[in-house]
Structure formats: C-alpha cells, structure tokens
C-alpha cells in the first residue's frame, strides 16, 4: 500500500522529473518543471522542506532526465534542459544545494535538440553521461564525466531505421559478465534497443525488438528500467500510446493501430540481446492507462516490487516481478494527478518512499508516499 505522507508547493509550474540523491547522511530531492528546480530535504519519515531553488540555463527547461550521480569523489545533478537544447552539471554542495559547473550546448552532431533524458555508465576507470533527445533531432550520444563535472564528447549516432533513438525518454544499464550494455526506448519509432558500450565510451547496436499489433505494446515506448534476479537480467519497458496524444504534428506517423496497453518485460541474454518474454496487459482490475514512469521500489534474489506510473489512470501501480520474469499486480493508489515522468523512490534505513509531482499546471505541488506491507 502506498500512504500519503507529505505534500508541498513547488516554485515551478509544474512536475516532469524528480531525482533524489543522499550526501553526508542527508536526504535530497530535486523537482524540475516549467520554471527553476526545486530543492528540498527528505526525512526518515517521509517528510519534505523546501531549501531552496536553482535557475536553469536562459531560464528555458524544463528539466529533464535529472539524475545525481558521485563522480571521482564528488557529487553531481545531470539535468536536460529541454527547450535550452543542451546538457547542465551542478555541483551538489554540502547543504544540498547546487553550482552550476558546465554547460554542454547541442551542436550539428550531438542530437541534444530537446534533450529529454540521461544516463550515467560507470566503467572500470571512467564515468559517461548519455544523452537522448526526442522531436528536433534524434540520436543518442556520449560523454565522458570528468572530475569537475565538465563534460567531453565521446561519440554520437544519428537514428535510423533500425534502431529505437527517436524519442528516448527511458534508458538503462546492465552489466553481464565483464560487459555493459545499454537499453533505450524509442517513443517516435515504437521499440526497444540494446548497445554494447565500451571502456573508452564508444558504442554499438547489439539488436532491436520493434512494436507489432498482436502481443507487443511499445508504440509511444516511454519508460526503460531494469533488475537482476538471481542470475536473470530482465528490462521493464512501459508505453504511452500515441492515441492519448492530442497535439496536432507531434506523433511522427500517425498510422498506428491500438490493441490495449501492457508493461513489457525483457529477458536479457549473455549477448546483452532482448529477448521478449511477458507482457502484464492492462484490464479492469489494473491502473496502466498511459505509463509513463516505471520505479524500482525494492529488489532481493527472488522478486522485485516496482510501481507503475501514469498519466492517463492518474495512478500509481504496484506490481512484483518474480525471478522467471512475470509480473502480477499488487495494488493501486488513485493519486488523483497525472504523473509524466516525476516519480522517484527513495529509502531510508528500512522505509521506501515514493516522490511524486504531476505534470499539470494546476497542481503545482511534490507528493511523497511511504510504502507499506498493508493490504487491504
């Protein structure tokens, strides 16, 4: 069960990412929307303090794809600054707040044009930020994490036929047997893809799953998460449908056939290949209209419990995924908001919390939720 405890104003007019990250013993959190990111306190009873705010680059945002991240010995706060077309690193200080320390702007061959989403890869002697964009110009790159935050240009591909980077607003990382591996959602071009990446940060496409019309549910492919279970490697894709998108030129190819909605869920190979494997569809007694953020809450040998955002069911799905790869809903919380992309779980000693905001301009406000093993 999720049980509010917590709600706050936000300086922003909204919520479309929200990271946290723990420093010295405290616990922080980061709300980014239309306007500047919001900076709070967390306590172990799930309680938030605003402490203050940070300006972003011409004031454009809205901050996407945060992530914070120890790099080299120091803290940081990636974020996508969409609208500003470029990348920001912020120095987290010992009080939480932020220091701007670099700005990366797109250029000709980065396709940061409306940079929506990140992902740091930690290597043997390296660290790399990746980057994806969605409408201007699609592609995934690149670039080395150096100690003072800067970043520099490692390699980028332009999307193709091929592969899933039109539109990545969900990645992430495994590591199988010495090897990395990275796994992107293509919201434009309607699949999943994996990529080998290297020591030195280079990359290549390992394979491409693509959307079908029978038991496939990836076209509008939004959030990309993953777990291990035992020896089994698995990512869990959820979608937004391109049918709930209104917005006149902004769905690329408009012939698409809807046949319900489903979180998918990967098996992953020793190649680092995706391998289908179940599909959890959505029905009357599950809330996965519109998923548009897919949280880990908690994760041993045997099974992992994650919550299902989403923006068209105003809801938070719990589900657990077992070991063989299958995924059974636990319960749901009507949160009453739509939730695009601003959720986050967070523990704290023994206690697993939940940081929500909705897209919305009218609610303006950052939730948290305390996780709890009541059933109702």
Known sequence: MLNKTDIKDISANNTVSVTSYEKGGNHYVYAGGFGDVDIFSLNKEGKLKPIGTQELYLKKGPARGMIADKIEGSDFLFVANKYGNAIEVFKILTDGLLERVSITEDTDSTYLGTAITLQVVHMKTSSYLFAGGLEETPGLSCFQINGDGKLTHI??????????????????????????????????????????????????????????????????????????????????????????????????????????????????????????????????????????????????????????????????????????????????????????????????????????????????????????????
């Open 155 to 376: 390699q980028s591909i332009k999307d193709n036929d091929k592969i899933h980077t039109d539109g990545i607003i969900g990645m992430f990382t495994h590591k199988i047997n010495g090897n990395t591996f990275l796994y992107t959602g293509g919201f434009h071009d309607n699949g999943v893809s994996s990529f080998k990446v290297y020591e030195n940060g280079t990359f290549k496409n390992i394979n491409n799953i693509d959307d079908n019309e029978t038991d496939r549910y990836l076209t509008g492919a939004y959030p990309v998460t993953g777990v291990k279970l035992g020896r089994n490697h698995y990512i869990i894709v959820g979608h937004r449908h391109h049918k709930y998108y209104k917005r006149a030129g902004f769905i690329k190819n408009t012939d698409f056939v809807y046949h319900g909605d489903g979180v998918s869920i990967f098996k992953i190979n020793k190649k680092g290949e995706l391998l289908p494997h179940f599909v959890l569809k959505n029905d009357e007694n599950t809330k996965l209209s519109g998923q548009t953020r897919i949280e880990i809450l908690s994760v041993n040998k045997r099974e992992a419990v994650l919550a299902v955002a989403t923006r068209d069911d105003a809801s938070i799905q719990l589900c657990k995924l077992n070991k063989k790869g299958i995924l059974q809903p636990l319960s749901y919380c009507e949160t009453g908001f739509s939730i695009y992309y601003g959720l986050k779980s967070h523990q704290i000693g023994d206690n697993h919390f939940l940081i929500a905001g909705s897209n919305s301009f009218d609610f303006k406000k950052l939730v948290t939720y305390k996780v709890s093993n009541e059933t109702h």
